[in-house]
């Protein structure tokens, strides 16, 4: 089965959870919040936003909520059907201007130097796997010159502190058997091949390093980085305990807002996020 077949399957069946995702918990929140604010100083009314592996639509529905004019691409027919059903749900279907199943690294339906943003969040860059180059190509060929660029991938030491922060989890077993897990490869070459106790498709994980090197290399300027969550990044347990208590969670927040972008800390993030200008 090829990488595309088995990406658009996963998603196909992953269906409404892809929704949940971002709301499911508190520290789910968080990346939602994080993500938000990490593109909130491009959105305007009327813009063009092409949200790139857009998913269930958890962010087009605000896009498109702040009357700008929303065009979606997933893999997933499924997801695609989600996120035009909840832009409705919404009201706000009017600024929807187009949905198309599609492939990141071969979106020759998209003309050139279109969108006033591309947004890419989630992990449809890893999916590419061996192919992320294109996939980043493609970003900037359909963005306008001037235009902006905001993307988030998983990052190689961020999926590490995500499963070490899980509960009921053995850690023993997991840093006991590194070649089993493939933990040398994703930490060194951030390669997570197929593995019979992983749901998701093979993906490749990236830090900031070489995610800045392969943007400025493509062409885009202005290049800055941030993660996601930052300090409380895999202690999703922890997270849940101070949102029990509104102002030991206000005060998280105001953490991670105060220290996300910092570049220093661009790799402890579950998520690694970029933004840059064509």
Sequence with gaps: MSQVTNTRNFYNNYASKEWDRLDK?????????????????????????????????????????????????????????IARSKINEYGVIDNL?????GNIENMNIIEDNKF???????????????????????????????GNIVASVNSRLGVIRMVLGKEKFDINEFMGRPDYWFIDSVVDRGDLPEHPEVSHPPRHMFNAQELK?????????????????????????????????ETA??????????????????????????????
């Design 213 to 245: 090197k392969l943007f400025k290399e493509i062409g885009f300027k202005d290049i800055e980085l941030a993660s996601s969550p930052s300090v409380i990044s895999g202690l999703r347990t922890k997270a849940d305990k101070l949102y029990e208590n």
């Design 116 to 146: 006033d943003l591309t947004v890419c969040y989630g992990a449809p860059l890893n999916y590419l796997y061996d192919n992320y180059q294109e996939g980043i190509k493609e970003l900037y060929r359909v963005t306008k010159p001037g």
């Design 249 to 278: 969670w206000k005060t998280m927040v105001d953490i991670e807002l105060k220290s996300y972008k910092n570049e220093y800390l661009a790799d402890s993030g579950e998520f690694l996020m970029i933004r840059a200008t064509k």
């Design 97 to 101: 201007k187009s949905s198309v199943r």
């Design 25 to 81: 918990t508190a520290y789910d929140k968080l990346n939602y919040l994080l993500h938000m604010d990490f593109v909130s100083e491009y959105l305007k009314e009327g813009i063009d936003i092409f949200d790139v592996g857009c998913g269930a639509g958890r962010f087009s529905v605000e896009f498109t909520k702040m009357n700008c004019k929303v065009h979606l691409l997933d893999i997933s027919d499924e997801q695609l059907k």
